[in-house]
Each structure stands twice: as structure tokens, then as C-alpha cells.
Nanobody, 122 residues
């Protein structure tokens, strides 16, 4: 089975920076997509940034120019560098990946990290 383990959340003042990490482990055959979502209280979970299976990146309009997604394929790890943070960025951030496992269906399955709290104070 696959696990996604997140780290890097915390409390930061507006204008500050944080870097989130998400490492995938387990019987991984291929990672077909990987990215970050967030969910604030009373809000639906939304895509923040992600890699498509083709390697291109996609960002929510609200974070363009401030957040950067990157990856280390050798470590099966994706990062989210968050700069110029705003109070409205406060949310639980979740790593997501579409992963095909050894012996599993070729199209893969959706996996989610445990979530990490990001709080931006004003």
C-alpha cells in the first residue's frame, strides 16, 4: 500500500514563507499526478498547485506568483514553496497523488496525505 507523509506546516506571519514536503512510499509503480490541495473551515477542498502526468504545472489563481511546486522524482517527493503568505492562505494543506501500485490496476488510485496545518497571522 501507498502512504503520503506531509511535513512543513506551521504558524507564520503574513508575508512570511513556508515549505511543505510530501513523500510517497510503498509499492509504487508510477506516479501519474501529484499536487497540493487545501481546505479552510467552511470551505470546500481546492487545488492549490500540482503536476500533471505530463510534467506541466497548474496553480490556483489565488497563489500564482507566490507559490511554487517542485519535485524530486528520485525521492518520490513533492514540495510546495509558499512565499508572501496571506491570512487567507490559512488552511489544512493536503498532498494528493494518483499512483499506480505494483500489482494494482494500471490506471492507479488516488491517495491523500494526512494534512498539515498552515496558519498565517496578520
Amino acid at each position: 500500500q501507498v502512504q503520503l507523509v506531509e511535513s512543513g506546516g506551521g504558524l507564520v506571519q503574513a508575508g512570511g514563507s513556508l515549505r511543505l514536503s510530501c513523500a510517497a512510499s510503498g509499492s509504487i509503480f508510477s506516479i501519474n499526478g501529484m499536487g497540493w490541495y487545501r481546505q479552510a473551515p467552511g470551505k470546500q477542498r481546492e487545488l492549490v498547485a500540482g503536476f500533471t502526468s505530463g510534467g506541466s504545472t497548474v496553480y490556483a489563481d489565488s497563489v500564482k506568483g507566490r507559490f511554487t511546486i517542485s519535485r524530486d522524482n528520485a525521492k518520490n517527493t513533492v514540495y510546495l514553496q509558499m512565499s508572501s503568505l496571506k491570512p487567507e492562505d490559512t488552511a489544512v494543506y493536503y498532498c494528493h497523488a494518483r499512483i499506480a501500485t505494483m500489482g494494482g490496476r494500471e490506471s492507479g488510485y488516488d491517495y491523500w496525505g494526512q494534512g498539515t496545518q498552515v496558519t498565517v497571522s496578520s
